[in-house]
């Protein structure tokens, strides 16, 4: 009908395909009814290339540029046109002076204006539910993608810590195979030099002291720490006034009814005489060889705890007392434990079907971590019990404890709490630790204690109707 008024055929132009009908960016002081045909309407993506997203779509009886025209706001799209399009444009006076004029111009307007604003509604509404649809999936996705990438973080950390734990059984392993000969020769000599004192030292006693019997005295007497050395050396001086301090040191060393039995038999002066030197000397020698053989003892038990330490590596799973690893473990670390005090209390618990290798690993890394929130003199206690169907083992410090909120965030990777500049810990992390923990079919957490410090706590279950069997898995 619109097309019927001769007045409205000079207001028609032409558009070709490819053709823009209205630009981007730019005011539009007319309004356009498509007539004939159909294009796109295109928003520039990428500056940089040129590249051009498809927004919506115009065809016959739809306006372009509606709201620039009212508002006299920059086009936010190109419209482009399709196919050949014809188009109705008419600006803004006289698109007033028809309205006021033609009736049916007003009419036919009005019911297009409807059309359309009805049509660009539903659009919107089904564009919303589009969009919101699409942003459930995407976080659906994004999540999915974060949980993968965190799978993939951990097996690429449990990879490279099995890849140290092998190095680590092989370094210790060799380590254990070279410290033992020398080691299994030392215990030898000390039996040997034992036999041989008997003949090598005079029976004969002066004085009713014999020194064959102050090198066995001497390596029967306990030892004593170097605070009560000094308290004895002091009370020696007091006793003793004339005698040397040099002397009173050495005399610190025996115990209290020896030094006196002493000083019966031989008396005593500023300088000792030759029977009190001989007597003295031969239980120093005996507080030697008690060193000698506390050294190698210590030695022996290192290299049994190192040897198995490494073979637990490659054993694989089968029925383990887990309170083994446990004292291998605090054998291995004894050098740096001896600044800390120790507390262990480890109960009966039966034995468990577990991996040793990787449980010692759990039980280095929680013992490190202690020692290093820990400080020095600190109590460090270690428990194991049965609670039910499961094993606990606890790992207790004095340190500042996990800092509130953080309790579950401890276990992530690439989180650490550790004090900075730390030298110390095998890399291993409380994610891997729980990983272990986990493939064990048990659990790991860690709170902070009333009394103050940490407290990581792992359980084990124990698995039903197979403690009968393990006599049968073992013989």
Same mark, same amino acid.
């Given at each position: 009908?619109?097309?019927?008024?001769?007045?409205?055929? !000079?207001?028609?132009?032409? =558009?070709?395909? /490819?053709?823009?009908?209205?630009?981007? /960016?730019?005011?539009?002081?007319?309004?356009?009814?498509?007539?004939?045909?159909?294009?796109?309407?295109?928003?520039?993506?990428?500056?940089?290339?040129?590249?051009?997203?498809?927004?919506?779509?115009?065809? #016959?009886?739809?306006?372009?540029?509606?709201?620039?025209?009212?508002?006299?706001?920059?086009?936010?799209?190109?419209?482009?046109?399709?196919?050949?399009?014809?188009?109705?444009?008419?600006?803004?006076?006289? =698109?007033?002076?028809?309205?006021?004029?033609?009736? @049916? =111009?007003?009419?036919?307007?009005?019911?297009?204006?409807?059309?359309?604003?009805?049509?660009?509604?539903?659009?919107?509404?089904?564009?919303? #539910?589009?969009?919101?649809?699409?942003?459930?999936?995407?976080?659906?996705?994004?999540?999915?993608?974060?949980?993968?990438?965190?799978?993939?973080?951990?097996? !690429?950390?449990?990879?490279?810590?099995?890849?140290?734990?092998?190095?680590?059984?092989?370094?210790?392993?060799?380590?254990?195979?070279?410290? %033992?000969?020398?080691?299994?020769?030392?215990?030898?000599?000390?039996?040997?030099?034992?036999?041989?004192?008997?003949?090598?030292?005079?029976?004969?006693?002066?004085?009713?002291?014999?020194?064959? @019997?102050?090198?066995?005295?001497?390596?029967?007497?306990?030892?004593?720490?170097?605070?009560?050395?000094?308290?004895?050396?002091?009370?020696?001086?007091?006793?003793?006034?004339?005698?040397? #301090?040099?002397?009173?040191?050495?005399?610190?060393?025996?115990?209290? @009814?020896?030094?006196?039995?002493?000083?019966?038999? =031989?008396?005593?002066?500023?300088?000792?005489?030759?029977?009190?030197?001989?007597?003295?000397?031969?239980?120093?020698?005996?507080? *030697?060889?008690?060193?000698?053989?506390?050294?190698?003892?210590?030695?022996?038990?290192?290299?049994?705890?190192?040897?198995?330490?490494?073979?637990?590596?490659?054993?694989?799973?089968?029925?383990? @007392?887990?309170?083994?690893?446990?004292?291998?473990?605090? !054998?291995?670390?004894?050098?740096?434990?001896? %600044?800390?005090?120790?507390?262990?209390?480890?109960?009966?618990?039966?034995?468990?079907?577990?991996?040793?290798?990787?449980?010692?690993?759990?039980?280095?890394?929680?013992?490190?971590?202690?020692?290093?929130?820990?400080?020095?003199?600190?109590?460090?206690?270690?428990?194991?019990?049965?609670?039910?169907?499961?094993?606990?083992?606890?790992?207790?410090?004095?340190? *500042?404890?996990?800092?509130?909120?953080?309790?579950?965030?401890?276990?992530?990777?690439?989180?650490?709490?550790?004090?900075?500049?730390?030298?110390?810990?095998?890399?291993?992390?409380?994610?891997?630790?729980?990983?272990?923990?986990?493939?064990?079919?048990?659990?790991?957490?860690?709170?902070?204690?009333?009394?103050?410090?940490? *407290?990581?706590?792992?359980?084990?279950?124990?698995?039903?109707?197979?403690?009968?069997?393990?006599?049968?898995?073992?013989?």
């Amino acid at each position: 009908m619109l097309l019927e008024d001769p007045d409205l055929e !000079q207001h028609i132009l032409s =558009f070709n395909a /490819g053709q823009l009908i209205l630009r981007s /960016g730019e005011v539009n002081h007319g309004i356009y009814l498509i007539l004939k045909g159909h294009g796109n309407l295109e928003m520039q993506e990428s500056e940089a290339e040129a590249l051009s997203l498809k927004v919506g779509s115009f065809g #016959r009886g739809d306006f372009l540029g509606l709201a620039s025209f009212w508002n006299q706001q920059p086009n936010v799209a190109d419209s482009r046109a399709l196919t050949e399009v014809q188009c109705l444009v008419l600006d803004r006076n006289r =698109f007033h002076q028809l309205s006021r004029q033609k009736v @049916d =111009f007003n009419q036919a307007i009005q019911n297009l204006f409807i059309s359309n604003l009805s049509h660009r509604y539903r659009r919107g509404i089904t564009l919303n #539910r589009q969009v919101a649809t699409l942003s459930r999936r995407l976080e659906k996705e994004s999540k999915e993608l974060r949980n993968a990438i965190n799978d993939l973080e951990s097996a !690429q950390q449990q990879l490279v810590s099995q890849e140290k734990l092998v190095t680590l059984g092989q370094l210790i392993g060799g380590l254990a195979h070279e410290l %033992n000969n020398p080691a299994a020769a030392l215990s030898r000599h000390f039996e040997h030099l034992l036999g041989l004192l008997p003949r090598l030292i005079p029976g004969d006693t002066t004085q009713g002291v014999s020194p064959m @019997d102050m090198v066995l005295a001497g390596t029967e007497q306990p030892h004593f720490t170097p605070e009560e050395r000094r308290d004895r050396m002091a009370t020696l001086q007091e006793r003793f006034p004339g005698l040397p #301090r040099s002397v009173c040191r050495r005399l610190a060393q025996a115990p209290d @009814d020896m030094v006196d039995s002493w000083f019966r038999a =031989f008396g005593h002066n500023e300088t000792l005489s030759p029977e009190f030197e001989s007597a003295l000397d031969a239980f120093e020698l005996g507080l *030697c060889l008690r060193s000698q053989r506390i050294s190698v003892d210590r030695i022996t038990q290192l290299v049994t705890s190192l040897k198995n330490y490494s073979k637990a590596q490659g054993m694989g799973w089968q029925w383990i @007392d887990i309170r083994d690893g446990l004292r291998d473990t605090l !054998q291995l670390l004894k050098y740096r434990l001896k %600044n800390y005090q120790i507390k262990s209390e480890l109960a009966e618990v039966p034995k468990i079907r577990a991996h040793q290798g990787q449980l010692n690993q759990v039980w280095t890394n929680l013992i490190v971590n202690a020692m290093e929130a820990t400080e020095v003199g600190g109590i460090i206690t270690i428990l194991a019990k049965r609670e039910a169907d499961e094993i606990h083992v606890e790992i207790q410090d004095e340190g *500042c404890g996990i800092p509130k909120g953080l309790e579950e965030r401890i276990f992530e990777s690439e989180f650490s709490i550790r004090k900075q500049h730390s030298e110390s810990g095998l890399g291993l992390g409380l994610t891997i630790t729980r990983g272990i923990v986990q493939r064990h079919g048990g659990t790991i957490r860690g709170w902070n204690r009333s009394e103050g410090g940490a *407290c990581f706590r792992v359980q084990l279950p124990i698995e039903k109707g197979e403690l009968e069997s393990i006599g049968d898995e073992l013989s």
